[in-house]
T-cell receptor, first 114, second 116 residues
Framework: NAGVMQNPRHLVRRRGQEARLRCSPM?????VYWYRQLPEEGLKFMVY????????ESGMPKERFSAEFPKEGPSILRIQQVVRGDSAAYFC????????????FGEGSWLTVV | AQTVTQSQPEMSVQEAETVTLSCTYD???????LFWYKQPPSRQMILVIR??????QNATENRFSVNFQKAAKSFSLKISDSQLGDTAMYFC?????????????FGEGTQLTVNP
């Protein structure tokens, strides 16, 4: 799972700013997932993407949050106008295919909103 | 909707002893996968073990093994010969066989402390 690369590892933003988190999946993996872990809680699914497509965004907050996985480059999770409640660890994961394959996680990006 | 329940928020064990972490889940699906992930103080999510629901044989990975009881919807993790490095938060996770993706549903976690 060390192959899923996330950056930055730590990000501090003031309320109202934008946060951009990047994720490069493991080599050969075309499926990317974003999860959020609030303090003292388990991981919660946010969004599932394949190249240039959002497959399932049922876990994404309706406003301020967006995700993309372009044909070239990393997947990006964007949070606009951040609030203190957005402070959390954001994990990216990838898998080679869908349908029950093991999902491997990156090391996470820790967002702190001050 | 699928749910995963870990009823033990915290557990502790002495080094070299055996400990079992509990996990139950609820689903109406017949084909699914179960996982245990470990999150040490570094906060990285590390896959410990995986079980396919169609397999009757319990999965084993070195000192880690599971007791998968499909009828009871139970999926416990046994750690043998516990080591200090096993100290971590352990999450049970579930995913169904879906052609559109493999989103995981996690339990709330069990904090395991291995004492010297």
């Amino acid at each position: 799972n060390a192959g899923v690369m996330q950056n930055p590892r730590h990000l501090v933003r003031r309320r109202g700013q934008e946060a951009r988190l990047r994720c490069s999946p493991m080599k050969g993996h075309s499926h990317v997932y974003w999860y959020r872990q609030l303090p003292e809680e388990g991981l919660k699914f946010m969004v599932y993407l394949q190249k240039e497509n959002i497959i399932d965004e049922s876990g994404m907050p309706k406003e301020r949050f967006s995700a993309e996985f372009p044909k070239e480059g990393p997947s990006i999770l964007r949070i606009q106008q951040v609030v203190r409640g957005d402070s959390a660890a954001y994990f990216c994961a990838s898998s080679p295919r869908s349908a029950g394959n093991t999902i491997y996680f990156g090391e996470g990006s820790w967002l702190t909103v001050v | 909707a699928q749910t995963v329940t870990q009823s033990q928020p915290e557990m502790s064990v002495q080094e070299a002893e055996t400990v079992t972490l509990s996990c139950t889940y609820d689903t109406s699906e017949n084909n699914y996968y179960l996982f245990w992930y470990k999150q040490p103080p570094s906060r990285q999510m590390i896959l410990v073990i995986r079980q396919e629901a169609y397999k009757q044989q319990n999965a084993t990975e070195n000192r880690f093994s599971v007791n998968f009881q499909k009828a009871a919807k139970s999926f416990s993790l046994k750690i043998s010969d516990s080591q200090l490095g096993d100290t971590a938060m352990y999450f049970c996770a579930f995913t169904t066989w879906e052609t559109s993706g493999s989103r995981l549903t996690f339990g709330e976690g069990t904090q395991l402390t291995v004492n010297p």
